[in-house]
């Protein structure tokens, strides 16, 4: 009897964290995207300094992990989170690796500089900010700006295969088979 009492105060509880995530969801889109009220004047320029671009990716990654959350599995869910945190980053990384390609940062100055100019630019939506610096600068400096281009989509990749389970082995084989 106390295992049912338990198991469905855990529904109980999964189903209000499923929905206040949805609603938080909901609310970072309007305060991302249209940058409404005084929160959202400053909550945007800031999550655009500290992660750039993918600022925009916050809200639908919210919802999706709200979905997630049905499943019922934490080990799951921990380890989509994780695979979903790293993604991010080497998107950032990305985004800030083109910014040092064009120009727009320079991996020449002083590290807290530059972390500071990926900071400005991400405020304006330019590059991965001050996170994608933080990644993007000792991927170049280790293996040059196309080695790192390569490893952060080949880790993304990589991601997105184990977080939707595609199965390029089977897509290729199939191809060749018609």
């Known amino acids: 009897m106390a295992k049912r009492?338990?198991?469905?105060?855990?529904?109980?509880?999964?189903?209000?964290?499923?929905?206040?995530?949805?609603?938080?969801?909901?609310?970072?889109?309007?305060?991302?995207?249209?940058?409404?009220?005084?929160?959202?004047?400053?909550?945007?320029?800031?999550?655009?300094?500290?992660?750039?671009?993918?600022?925009?990716?916050?809200?639908?990654?919210?919802?999706?992990?709200?979905?997630?959350?049905?499943?019922?599995?934490?080990?799951?869910?921990?380890?989509?989170?994780?695979?979903?945190?790293?993604?991010?980053?080497?998107?950032?990384?990305?985004?800030?690796?083109?910014?040092?390609?064009k120009g727009n940062l320079s991996i020449d100055k002083e590290y807290d500089k530059v972390i500071e100019d990926a900071y400005y630019l991400g405020e304006k939506d330019i590059g991965g900010g001050a996170i994608g610096a933080v990644v993007a600068v000792p991927l170049i400096k280790a293996l040059g700006s196309t080695g790192a281009v390569i490893l952060t989509i080949g880790i993304a990749v990589i991601l997105l295969i184990f977080m939707f389970g595609i199965r390029p082995a089977e897509m290729i084989s199939d191809l060749l088979d018609e």
């Open 5 to 101: 009492g338990r198991k469905k105060k855990n529904k109980i509880d999964i189903n209000i964290a499923v929905v206040a995530l949805v609603l938080l969801s909901i609310l970072l889109m309007i305060l991302i995207y249209t940058k409404s009220g005084s929160i959202g004047e400053t909550l945007s320029p800031m999550l655009g300094g500290i992660m750039g671009f993918i600022k925009y990716i916050i809200p639908i990654g919210t919802l999706l992990i709200a979905i997630y959350m049905t499943q019922n599995d934490k080990e799951y869910m921990t380890h989509k989170l994780i695979q979903y945190g790293i993604f991010l980053l080497c998107v950032a990384a990305m985004l800030s690796i083109f910014q040092v390609g």
